[in-house]
């Protein structure tokens, strides 16, 4: 096995995501790790009960399961340990929940996912945590917004929604400087195409609901830290008794074997999608970072390794009170493309998007923001269906 650890170690993405996570010596040979169910775990006398001197002491505490999904997940970040917990919004919340005490001040970006938004204008609010939120192409500017209180930033990279870029490694530094822990949302790329440590961040979080289980069927999510943020982490886990189940992480771990593979698919129909659009008359402009067009485009290229299946474009409207009437038209003459709220899935989904939450980011004016997650379907009929949508849009 640890020859098989030095080859990994300069292995491709696909090779690494097929091999990480569990030695499949470790359980008779059978290639993929057992779900260990455990609530109680039994010492084998009282000083070892005493001294918890044992890797598995209860299983809020981790299985042999959930540890091959936190391998795994090390060694696609490249951090010093993961936690496994029960949802994407729980990778926000633990970790704000780790670093942030009465009293502190926070700066989130302003493209926030909407549900991290609520939490800190309610929990954190009402824990005595203030909260301010920041232009997520500010840079090294966000000095200007740090005060003395300043204990935590939140990042997120392409913004939700909007695919608003971030100059993480500039906002790392500056945050850094002033004694300020650095999350990132990454759930948009996977480590595959970002590795939020290797850019300054200490926290990176992922809704592993998405691409990593790829079948819109599991609810998890990690939080990965580097060497100097892992314990605070971990021992702000336990104390909430936040874990992810066995069940669940075994699906994650299964779904990381093809993500690769599924992502290249999503990238590649997404982005023609994307162009085909933005050559359309009747859209204003298309929200998708691998754009040339797109402003953040740049930062994009300098730093992803590649882009996702998730974008979103600006129908245009004559005026805004057609704004919703033109997006309902277009969302319900969609036959293949589902309504749904999520993404990363093998299916094709859309939905109108909101904004009326932003503080500093201005909604697009020119008509209503769709978003669209390209599935794994063929994409000549993703783009038919979409001609339906367009056509009914016209016709409001």
Known sequence: MNEKKSFLASAGPNTLLAHIGNDPMDYHGFVNPPVVHAS????????????????YTYGTRGTPTTDALCEAIDALEGSAGTIVVPSGLAAVTVPFLAFLSAGDHALIVDSVYFPTRNFCDTMLKRLGVSVEYYDPMIGAGIESLIKPNTKLVHTE????????????????TVAHRHGCVVTMDNTWATPLYFKPLDHGVDISIHASTKYPSG??????GTVSANAAHWEPLKEANITLGI?????????????????????????????????WLEEREDVARVLHPALPSFPGHELWKRDFAGSSGIFSFVLKAESKD?????????????????????????????????????????????GPVLRLQIGLEDVADIRKDIEAGLAAAKAV
């Open 243 to 275: 874990c992810g189940s066995p069940d669940d992480s075994y699906q994650i771990l299964r779904g990381l074997r093809t993500m690769g593979v599924r992502l290249d698919r999503h990238q590649e129909s997404a982005l023609y999608i994307a162009r």
């Open 40 to 55: 109680t775990v039994l010492f084998p006398n009282a000083a070892t009960m005493e001294s918890r001197a044992q890797k």
């Open 157 to 172: 990279a392409p913004g939700s929604n909007t695919f608003e870029m971030q100059d993480i490694r500039a906002i790392s």
């Open 215 to 220: 079948h819109s069927d599991i609810l998890l």
């Open 322 to 366: 057609r704004f919703k009437a033109k997006a309902h038209a277009f969302l319900d003459a969609l036959s293949l493309f589902g309504l749904g709220y999520s993404w990363g899935g093998y299916e094709s989904l859309a939905l109108h998007v909101g904004l009326s939450d932003r503080k500093i980011c201005a909604a697009p004016s020119e």
